[in-house]
Every structure is written in structure tokens, then in C-alpha cells.
């Protein structure tokens, strides 16, 4: 049976969990965790990856942030588009549109965005020592998920060199990462200077940053509060069309028209799902919840038991 927080079982699906190619009026949303900042724009905090209740650590999304100023004041809307799941979207078709149109600058306005959503523990957030200890939704941009791939994917030299995988999704082996960002020349934030680093239990001055002390807790935390990445596989979830073309139509009133063109999609693997069945070819999207094992001595068999119970 497969280990819990094995990344080999995590990632065994048939799709590349960093493959960049996939076929999501964001509200404050108190499940996501965001980084807090002084007042030159830096900020920092030590985070640890975990998966889900369901063993999926990647939900790759596609995000919409449209902006425009309308008698001087701005409006905008910001949220994670229905196209994420192969629903068409107002957004998206004015895209569409334009850029069909050969008005490309202009269709710059209405570009999506991917974005990747995981979950995190918070280990030590300086500003908002309120975090610590808590599990967040955390949304990561191409960049960051670069990093992680970096870290967990051996290279050909790593290989030779029989070098172990950084197992990022794994509490129980310490690694964790220290989320920095800082404000770039272009004004825009940046977290070029995040790093994984590994704590030891051997170590006195690491200890209060290890976050679980065994398996057993970790997965005890994990299935009780943790979020479930399958949340955005659920139409329920995203603003129905008539909303967010009303929504298009307040941010941008003077192009109202509508747009009879819309795109065609088909939503491709959404999450990262491990094997706890031995079904080695199950499809990511396979919803058939495993068979129930009995309670084992051992590590891993007792981390399967509770993720089956």
C-alpha cells in the first residue's frame, strides 16, 4: 500500500503535475493564506506543503483579474474562472474575440491567468503569530510552482549521484520553506528568494519549527483540516455565466455588446491524485472513494488504514 505523503504515489497519475497546458469575483476567501507585507512591500514567514484529505497536492486553475477606471474610480473583478472546468466565460470570450479581431493589445485587458492552489501549514508568520499552526489554501503562480518542481524532481546528475528526492509534501520530514517576497524595480511583488530548508529533530534550535512530531498527527490534522482540492471541480462553486457577464459589463460599461463567439474547451486533469487503491492506471479525476484495510502495526500501514478509514 501506498505511503501517505510518498511523492512518487502522490504524483502517480498518468498527466505531469507542472505540465504547464491545461484547459478559474474572488471575495475575500479566509480559507487562502496571503504572505503579510511591512510597509516596504517585503514580508516573510516559514510555511510547510502538505496534501489534501485525498492525497491531490496541486489544483491548476485559471484566474481572471480585469481592471478599469470608470469616472475615476476603479473597478475590477478578480476571481477564478468556470473555463478551469470546460464552462465557457464572458472573459475569456471578449478575449477571444479581440484577439481573433487582431486587436491583441487590447485583448491583453482580458488575459487569464494559471495559478496553482495547495494546501500549507503556517509554521511562523511573524505579523500574524494568529497563523501559526493553522492550514491554508495557498494559491502559487508559475514561478513558485517552478521552484517546487525544482525541489522535488531529481536531475539526470542528482540520479548519478544517487541523491535523495526533496520530499516537500512530507511534514514528517522536514522541509519546509521560507515564503519571502519583495517588491521588484517594476513594482511588482516577487518571491524569487523563497528557499526550502530541512530542520532536524536533532537539533534544539530547530525543534520548535518541526510541525508534527509523528506521522499519526500529522494525518490526524491533515484529514480534519486540511481543504479539499475537488472543491474546485464543482460547478456550484464559480459565478454562472449571467454573473459574471454582468459583472464584465461593470467593469468595462462601454463594451457591453455581446460576443457570439465562445471558445471550446475540454478541461483537461485537474489535480494530482495518489494510488491508494493499487490501480495503477486510475484517472486522475476517478472519484471511486478505496477499499477499506485494516489497521496495521506499522508506519505505513497504519497511514493507509487512516487515509481509508
Keep these: 500500500m501506498a505511503d501517505f505523503f510518498d511523492f512518487d504515489s502522490l504524483t502517480q497519475t498518468n498527466s505531469d503535475p507542472f505540465e504547464d497546458s491545461t484547459s478559474y469575483v474572488s471575495d475575500v476567501d479566509t480559507r487562502f493564506y496571503t504572505l503579510p507585507k511591512n510597509k516596504d512591500g517585503s514580508g516573510e514567514a516559514i510555511i510547510c506543503f502538505i496534501p489534501d484529505q485525498n492525497q491531490k497536492i496541486f489544483k491548476k486553475v485559471f484566474k481572471f483579474n480585469i481592471s478599469n477606471f470608470v469616472s475615476g474610480k476603479k473597478r475590477f473583478a478578480n476571481y477564478f474562472s468556470p473555463t478551469t472546468i470546460g464552462q465557457p466565460d464572458p472573459v475569456q470570450e471578449r ?142 462553486n464559480y459565478k454562472t455565466y449571467e454573473e459574471l457577464k454582468e459583472k464584465l459589463e461593470w467593469v468595462y460599461p462601454s463594451e457591453n455588446a455581446s460576443v457570439s463567439v465562445k471558445e471550446t474547451r475540454t478541461a483537461e486533469p485537474d489535480v494530482v491524485s495518489a494510488n491508494i487503491a493499487n490501480t495503477a492506471t486510475a484517472s486522475v479525476s476517478q472519484t471511486t472513494p478505496a477499499t477499506t484495510v485494516a489497521p496495521a502495526a506499522s508506519a505505513d500501514a497504519l497511514i493507509d488504514s487512516l487515509l481509508n478509514d
Design 95 to 236: 478575449w477571444q474575440k479581440l484577439w481573433n479581431d487582431g486587436l491583441k493589445d487590447e485583448a491583453k485587458k482580458f488575459s487569464r491567468t494559471i495559478r496553482y492552489i495547495t494546501n500549507i501549514k503556517v509554521i511562523k508568520d511573524p505579523l500574524n503569530p494568529e497563523n501559526n499552526g493553522k492550514i491554508f489554501l495557498y494559491e502559487m503562480s508559475q514561478s513558485l510552482k517552478e521552484k517546487i518542481k525544482n525541489a522535488v524532481e531529481l536531475s539526470e546528475m542528482d540520479k548519478q549521484l544517487n541523491r535523495p528526492r526533496k520530499e516537500i509534501f512530507n511534514p514528517t520530514k522536514g522541509w519546509l520553506m521560507k515564503l519571502t517576497c519583495k517588491k521588484a524595480v517594476n513594482g511588482f511583488t516577487t518571491y524569487d528568494d523563497s528557499e526550502f530548508f530541512n530542520v532536524s529533530p536533532d537539533d534544539p534550535r530547530m525543534a520548535a519549527l518541526i510541525p508534527y512530531k509523528d506521522a499519526q498527527s500529522a494525518i490526524d490534522d491533515i484529514k480534519t483540516n486540511a481543504h479539499p482540492l475537488d472543491w474546485f471541480d464543482n460547478p456550484d
